[in-house]
């Protein structure tokens, strides 16, 4: 296909919301943090939207939040942080009654 006749169909799909965005793959090991680690909490029901913005929006250097997840079981919410040392995932907890972390030792993106 010619690049013109690509980009139109990239565009048609766009604006069909086929498409919906993009993301960059982010070597995390030259840019900051790379400890990956999921943190799943059990938090006060009334409580969670202050405390779920409150971690998305954190303003610590060592720690990126990449993704917050409301969950519907034994956890309330999992985060999905990046954090420069295992003892960084402390400074997430204010305000969670319960947590469990898990660690990620690898990640498969599927394409």
């Known amino acids: 296909m ?6 139109k169909r990239i565009e048609n799909h766009e604006n069909q919301g086929i498409i919906i965005g993009y ?4 070597n995390w090991r030259k840019v900051g943090p790379c400890i990956r680690c999921l943190i799943f909490t059990k938090i006060n029901g009334g409580n969670f939207d202050n405390i ?5 929006i ?9 993704e917050c997840h409301r969950l519907a079981g034994e956890w309330c919410m ?10 960084d995932t402390t ?5 969670v009654m319960e ?13």
């Open 52 to 56: 779920a913005n409150e971690s998305t």
């Open 99 to 111: 947590s469990s972390t898990t660690f990620v030792i690898l990640t498969i993106l599927w394409h």
């Open 2 to 7: 010619a690049r013109p006749a690509i980009h």
């Open 78 to 87: 999992v985060l999905k942080v990046r954090i420069t040392t295992p003892e």
């Open 58 to 66: 954190v303003d610590i250097p060592e720690i990126t939040v990449e």
């Open 23 to 26: 993301r960059a793959q982010v």
């Open 91 to 95: 400074k997430l907890l204010e305000g």
